[in-house]
């Protein structure tokens, strides 16, 4: 089945910015997301295993056949943004 889905293109910061600078600019994306239209959930693709870590710390859920690759539902980022 076909389920909509928006796909954050890839999100990085200077090293030399303040620490969670990065998470600053995730929920910015997720605000802005919310906003464009109706989808079931936020995609990423992780660059590297801390990465992972990180989005999964988040709440994100790897996919079954690609651990860079996850989701975080809608329903659930909503509510880490209000």
Sequence with gaps: PTIGTTLL???ARDRKTAPG???I???EAMKKSLE???FFA????AKNDKLVEYY???GFIPLLDDKTH???PRA????LIE
């Design 25 to 27: 600019i995730l929920k």
């Design 70 to 72: 996850l989701f975080l």
């Design 56 to 58: 999964k710390s988040i």
């Design 36 to 38: 464009r239209g109706s």
């Design 76 to 79: 659930t980022f909503a509510k």
């Design 9 to 11: 293109g890839r999100i």
């Design 42 to 45: 936020l995609e990423v693709e």
């Design 21 to 23: 600078f990065g998470s």
